[in-house]
């Protein structure tokens, strides 16, 4: 099979196109042909990184955790899928596991499921990491029927995801971002926009909570902005965060009586702990899609097989619109 291979780490490594043994179907899993690969920043940080990160694989590397294709052969004690089956997930890329940028990929069983019927290829493989980051921070967090959230950077690959699944659970929602294009894009998604460069965090909290503060406060954008979401959750509120990898002063979490979840969704790939709640994750997620509920959001360029490089300096520039997929 053709793969794009990585045999050095660092932001310039180029992507090397070369040849590779099929992959076979060993116990449990399946080989899935690859159509299409969404680019996730964890995938930019493994290729800049390498060794500094922990996940990191050995070299040569194929990257990509994220993939939407076709079944074409499958292990021993699989059930639920057969040969021919649309399938889409989150199985590879990093430590040991083989990633998506290939014709094909042995991914684990527990971590796929049927593709929904209703996106394309391309808009499938753009959903399994931030639909899974976002449905497992908001349900953590416990939000439901008549809650108020706020979505820390909702116009994001997670953000734009957890504003839709957050509204679907019930919840009023508000989202954060900037400039005039990412208020207009969180406002169709169904969210009351907040530009976070003119906006302070008190005034949006009278205006969107009448000063109580959010039941829940999802932070996509993590850091320092998590002071930011501990001011803006109400007393004995919820935070959420993707991005926890910070040192904080959490006196305010203390007073406020505050519970922090710290999603990371990569633990049950690393550590094979729990990987069947991804599978099911997804098949939620395929039946919230195909009810009109949610939709990726797909950045307007277009990378393939030549131009794979490209992609990753797309998404770190921070010009993308949406998530910058790979279609092979």
């Given at each position: ?19 590779m043994p099929d992959p076979v179907a060993t116990s449990g899993h399946v080989v899935v042909k690859v159509a299409a690969v969404s680019v996730n920043t964890v995938d930019t940080m493994i290729r800049n990184m390498g060794a500094d990160l922990p996940l990191s694989p050995q070299l040569p590397a194929v990257l990509g955790m994220d ?85 820390q950077g909702g116009a994001g690959g997670v953000g734009h995801v957890a504003v839709q699944i957050a509204r679907h659970l019930g919840a009023t929602v508000s989202a954060t971002g900037r ?150």
């Open positions: 099979m053709k793969a794009l291979v990585l045999k050095s780490y660092g932001p310039e490594a180029p992507f090397e196109l070369t040849e993939f939407a294709g076709t079944v074409v052969a499958i292990g021993d004690g699989v059930e639920g899928f057969a040969i021919g089956d649309e399938v889409y997930g989150c199985a590879g890329g990093l430590m040991d596991l083989p990633g998506s940028l290939a014709e094909y990929i042995n991914a684990d069983a527990r971590l796929i499921a049927h593709k929904p019927k209703t996106l394309s290829m391309r808009e499938a493989a753009a959903l399994p990491l931030v639909g899974i980051t976002a449905y497992e921070g908001l349900t953590r967090a416990g939000v439901g029927e008549g809650q108020t959230v706020l979505v400039g005039a294009d990412q208020m207009t894009l969180i406002e169709g998604l169904g969210a009351r926009p907040v530009d976070f460069t003119t906006q302070k965090v008190e005034d949006y909290v009278a205006e969107h909570t009448d000063g109580v503060g959010f039941d829940v406060v999802f932070d996509s954008v993590g850091g320092p902005n998590m002071t930011n979401s501990f001011e803006a959750a109400k007393l004995n509120g919820h935070v959420a965060s993707t991005v926890a990898m910070v040192e904080l002063d959490l006196t305010p979490v203390h007073f406020k009586g505050l519970s922090l979840h710290v999603v990371f969704m990569l633990i049950p790939m690393m550590h094979d702990v729990g990987r069947q709640a991804h599978g099911d994750i997804l098949r939620t997620l395929a039946d919230l899609v195909d009810a009109g509920g949610l939709k990726p959001i797909v950045d307007e360029h277009h990378f393939g097989w030549a131009n794979a490089d490209a992609a990753y300096a797309h998404l770190t520039t921070g010009a993308a619109v949406g998530k910058v997929v790979v279609e092979l």
